[in-house]
């Protein structure tokens, strides 16, 4: 149960990490445009009630698809890491190798072709109802993008060792919060949300090489078996800072 306080923050900011990357950003106003229905004329200019209403529910709705995907994901994973750990007693060790491949991938250390093919499903029809949105939303996250992929295959390989599926699916849910309420608020606060991205693509690289950073020492802690440690130690000392304030 400690372990999981401290996992939840790291997995929403990991899915924090991915909307702020080259594969999201600049694509979020396309994104918002094509499952609203609305132009970007529409969203930029002077947008009315109606018009932030609309890019509100059909965002969130997509929001809603992919971390339905998410979600699933992560009770498949904790589903399949429990039976395979009970034999395999070393899996989080070998998991802490892949973790350190994908953080070596995202630092730009290394490439590898088959990780920056783009698997995901088309959609060419633009949704018109919020049932379309929902799907778009489903079929983004049933796909694969070089930035994404590492960090959510991270996740998942984490949420695979947890103990119930519980932990595993709030995990995920907790990285699909972390994508997906700046892609709300984006579609709410459309100017701001533009000014603030332009500035933050010349830390891009630097967000991606930090991820990878940060995915490279958990896997150098979950390989030599520090990590439940680590995370038992931060638990208790955020249960001493509650109890003295």
């Not at 950003?25 to 499952?35: D, G, M, R």
């Not at 996250?141 to 992929?149: E, L, M, N, R």
Request: with cysteine; proline share 5%.
């Amino acid at each position: 149960m400690m372990e999981i306080q401290v996992s939840i923050p790291l997995a929403f900011m990991a899915g924090l990490v991915s909307f702020l990357s080259p594969c999201i950003l600049p694509v979020v106003p396309s994104y918002l445009a094509f499952i609203s229905g609305l132009t970007l004329g529409d969203l930029s200019e002077h947008p009315t009630r109606l018009v932030r209403k609309r890019a509100l529910v059909h965002s969130s709705l997509f929001v809603l698809g992919f971390s339905f995907v998410f979600m699933t994901m992560g009770l498949v994973a904790t589903a399949f890491g429990t039976a395979v750990t009970q034999a395999l007693p070393g899996l989080s060790r070998a998991g802490g190798v892949v973790m350190i491949l994908f953080g070596l991938f995202l630092a730009g250390v290394f490439r590898l072709p088959v990780l920056y093919r783009e698997l995901r499903p088309q959609v060419r029809a633009q949704p018109v109802t919020a049932v379309g949105s929902f799907v778009v939303g489903v079929a983004f996250g049933a796909g694969w993008t070089p930035c994404i992929g590492p960090v959510l295959g991270s996740i998942l390989l984490y949420a695979s060792l947890e103990a119930t599926m519980v932990q595993g699916m709030g995990l995920l849910t907790a990285y699909a919060l972390g994508l997906g309420v700046p892609f709300i608020l984006a579609s709410v606060s459309f100017n701001w949300f533009i000014a603030g991205s332009m500035r933050a693509r010349k830390w891009m690289s630097v967000l991606q090489r930090l991820a990878g950073t940060v995915l490279i020492v958990i896997g150098l802690l979950m390989v030599t078996g520090r990590f439940a440690s680590l995370t038992a130690f931060l638990a208790g000392m955020g249960q001493v800072i509650n109890l003295e304030l």
